[in-house]
């Protein structure tokens, strides 16, 4: 499904007053400019403008494609609030142009998006053009328009790989090879996980090797990274882990392991208490089969480098790795993500005190430190100019922060009780190494057990991640494609943050969260998450 940007904008040399509009529509993948529309439209009002580019820029999108995707991009808040349901039409001129706009594509396929006014420069030239071309008794003409001057040019299509030359077995030989087990890759995929089953039920007795199975000795050796304690094991297929390489991630060095004297393989570990050292050399070295799952083909790993079998099965496995990516490098997520921009409230007077403050406690407002830093945040968020709903905890001083930031944004506050912080019991208002001297016991479970409660029947942390995901499904629910503000607390920051990661319960304790910090996590349509900030503090600076 194609993906347009739509940008528009109008105006009024009066308001109401001689009127003009100008959209353009844009491929979200390469920038290329798609289509320009502009018109002079008499005496109107600034509003009324700006909905005839939005309509412009819509039909003009609908024509080049009526199945696609639409990102609306606008520095006019008033018709991105009221297009996105936010805000009522009240104005009996612009009501029917909303309606008109809705009715052009479904609505579930079309987001809006605020943008400062500098980053509309195309769409704006456009609408000045058709007023100046209005002034001069004319229409808009798009043979005589200069209005597209920033525009990035397409992605140029890179040519066709060379054949290649030279003898047998060189580099670009090798390159040929890989292209060709690519396009076979996909067939290949329908039939892995059978293949996969026979080589597991014939583990003991090894058939004849093929292109996909060079080494027999192989399928009957257990593929290492499944151990509990194996370093493998906890590589995996994240883009920044160590089994990329082990031949999991699209940046593999697969080709070095267990290869050869020089191999890299000795880092992969291969077994629940592997000593890693000792992978490597061999040609059926185990080291092959490190990072892999247990239905994997273990053995493609292990083959002699310089049979020709060796090469047309690495190639081969070079191609699927591409053709079928694993998990963590999925297929891109065409749709815009949810993204959730975490503010941790500014500071109250027990901050510096490093006391435990939660949601049962004395519930404390904001310090005159808190305060002016939460108006630092407001302006750093108004300069970038991406935030469209703010969202905040309950509690007094996340509703206070969340105020002043919704003010300077021109947004309402929107009360989401799932946000709180934990309720830490009867350890509220006392520093950590007082719950230490009075309560150790309960504090050395709490910090082993995320099940565990503070004591007096506080909140354990599993209370709190269940509670925190449940808000973070809902709000994703109703906020789809728009970037949102979460006004909350440490933990459930931490929380969030944890769980996007898939990190266990205990890596709440190993990450530092300042007051008014700003954190990141985008959320896509497939279930995946993505980190994209945490603890940013520099618009404290």
Known sequence: MREFI??????????PGPAGYGAVVSDAATGETLAEAAEYIGVATNNVAEYRGLLAGLR????????????????SKLVVEQMSGRWKIKHPDMKPLA?????????????YEWIPRERNKHADRLANEAMDAGARG???????????LDTPPARPVRPAPPEPQGPPGDAAAGAARARAALAEGAARNSTTAARNRTTAAQAETPAAPDLRNDSPADTAQPASGTGPASEAGQAGPGPASEAGKAGTGPVSEAGKAGTGPASEAGQAGTGPVSEVGKAGPGPVSEAGKAGTDPASEAGQSGTDPTSEAGKAGADVRAAEAVATPRSGWGPADMGPPATFVLLRHGETPLTPQKRFSGSGGSDPSLSGIGRE???RVAAALARRGTVQAVVAS??????????????????DVQIEEGLRETDFGAWEGLTFGEVRERHPEDLSAWLSAPDAEPTGGGESFAATAARVAAAR???????????VL????????????????????????????SAASLSAVAYYADGNASVRLFNETSHLR
């Open 6 to 15: 739509v940008e528009a904008d109008g105006g009024s040399r009066g308001n």
């Open 60 to 75: 003009a999108a609908r024509d080049l494609d009526p199945e696609a995707v639409v990102r609306v991009r606008m520095d």
């Open 99 to 111: 309606a008109e706009a809705a009715r052009i594509f479904p609505r579930e396929r079309v987001t």
């Open 138 to 148: 004319e229409q808009w003409s798009a043979s005589a328009s200069t209005a597209d």
């Open 373 to 375: 830093q939460a108006e």
């Open 394 to 411: 309950p509690l007094a001083r996340t509703r206070e922060t969340a105020q002043i930031v919704a003010a300077r944004l021109g947004l």
């Open 473 to 483: 499904d809902k709000l994703i629910a109703a906020h789809a494609g728009r970037t």
């Open 486 to 513: 979460l006004v909350t607390h440490v933990t459930p920051i931490k929380t969030l943050v944890r769980l996007a990661l898939g990190a266990p319960p205990e890596a709440l304790f190993r990450m530092e969260l």
